[in-house]
């Protein structure tokens, strides 16, 4: 297919309504799947799509062909089922009417526009976080999925974990009182990125593909797999790599839309390298209502085991923690009222995209939601990257000044653009 058709997939593929992908998958109640990125999240996830019932997952999509044919062995290693049929092209099962959905576990640049070209061939979507690389993407998306009536969720798999669902509950019926701050955490240990040397790609991968609507950069050494997280071209630091997961629970649990201002303060401490995003990072989110999110990340340091939650809020009586799956409620001097445990399996936010393309549910992180989580971490690398606070219209989630909108969007490579 030539690339300038990516947004518009074959026609057989969109002459296909949103009633009769319904009747194709009522048929016989089975999902069919393509799954795009076979990295990490994608041989990681693949097992536990093929464990649903009456799931079949059709493709595997990658532009690298080690990856590719390595994912197929552990799949079927791991599950004694057939290897999907290997692409290099995700857009290959685009144009399969038989399948339903897609799962992208590409990487960040790839998040939005592929859902999008997804959206336009009929499929729904299970999207990684963050679901786009930049606020306009993000929007965009949203917008799609509203069009092709289609549904997408986001990776964000905490808000299907029971007993954080439990929590929240609690606190949306006046647990703490007012609940005005949300502190929350993320710890690593991270290598160096490195100083990397100008290269031919490695001969297995389709260095173009992989660019997809990303602009043209020649290959270094230290861009792949994994460290594309760490250049603005392709990825967004750990905040939109993990601190993700837990500001969209801190969101949900203050019940905050969008942002009026957000700081950001840190840098590459640990290392001197050609690492662009921060390994320590404070980024604050100050919503209407006199309601706060504090996120700390740091990439290269732990904190002392078992000493931070992932997620705590305070309100007017007590404060509640969040780590893992389970739950703990203190009272207004930090007793200790409540301890509950619960599972941190990924399993339920799957089974629930599922059933809800089934028609059995509703979504528990519809794209809307997604987005606005989202959003969030992209205001705080566009505070990090100008070196000041950000104003934000609260209407909207953008930032209002004019430098900063400059960072809302971004260009891509010609005949790569996204378009809903």
Request: proline residues 5%; contains cysteine; charged residues 25%.
């Amino acid at each position: 297919m030539d690339r300038r058709a990516f947004v518009l997939t074959s026609a057989s593929a969109l002459a296909l309504s949103a009633t009769s992908y319904g009747k194709i998958l009522g048929a016989n109640d089975r999902l069919q799947l393509g799954i795009m990125g076979m990295g990490g999240r994608g041989n990681e996830m693949a097992p536990v799509w093929a464990k649903l019932n009456n799931v079949e997952i059709a493709y595997f999509a990658d532009p690298d062909k080690d990856r590719l044919t390595a994912a197929g062995a552990k799949f079927e290693k791991a599950t004694k089922k057939p290897v999907p049929k290997l692409a290099k092209d995700f857009r290959s099962f685009l144009d399969d009417k038989n399948v339903d959905a897609m799962f992208c576990s590409a990487p960040n640049h790839w998040h939005a526009p592929g859902a999008i070209a997804a959206l336009n061939a009929g499929k729904h979507v299970y999207v990684e976080k963050p679901c786009s690389h930049n606020g306009q993407e993000g929007e965009w998306l949203v917008t799609a999925a509203e069009k092709h009536k289609k549904l997408v969720q986001m990776g964000n798999q905490r808000r299907s974990f029971e007993k954080i669902q439990e929590a929240i509950k609690l606190i949306h019926e006046g647990e703490l009182g007012r609940v005005y701050l949300a502190q929350c955490w993320y710890q690593n240990s991270r290598g160096a990125t490195g100083t990397g040397m100008a290269k031919d790609p490695p001969a297995a991968l389709d260095y173009d593909l992989w660019q997809g609507p990303a602009t043209r950069k020649p290959f270094r050494s230290n861009y792949l797999h994994y460290t594309w997280h760490w250049f603005w071209h392709w990825g967004n630091g750990e905040l939109g790599n993990n601190g993700i997961h837990m500001i969209d629970v801190c969101r949900w649990g203050l019940q905050a839309e969008y942002p009026i201002q957000v700081t950001s303060t840190g840098g590459r401490y640990r290392f001197q390298d050609d690492q662009e995003t921060p390994d320590t990072n404070l980024v604050t989110i100050v919503y209407p209502d006199r309601k706060s999110i504090v996120w700390e990340g740091l990439s290269c340091n732990r904190f002392p085991e078992g000493k931070t939650p992932d997620v705590l809020f305070h309100g007017e009586k007590g404060s509640l923690s969040i780590s893992g799956g389970g739950y703990r409620i203190y009272d207004e001097k930090g007793k200790e009222k409540k301890k509950v445990d619960g599972s941190a399996d990924i399993t339920p936010h799957v089974q629930n995209f599922v059933d809800a393309v089934r028609g059995s549910a509703k979504l528990n992180s519809p794209i809307t939601e997604g987005h606005k989580s989202t959003l969030v971490c992209h205001l705080g690398n566009i505070a990090y990257r100008l070196g000041r606070l950000v104003n934000v219209d609260s209407e909207t989630g953008r930032p209002v000044d004019e430098e900063a909108a400059k960072l809302w969007g971004k260009q891509y490579e010609k005949g790569w653009e996204p378009k809903v």
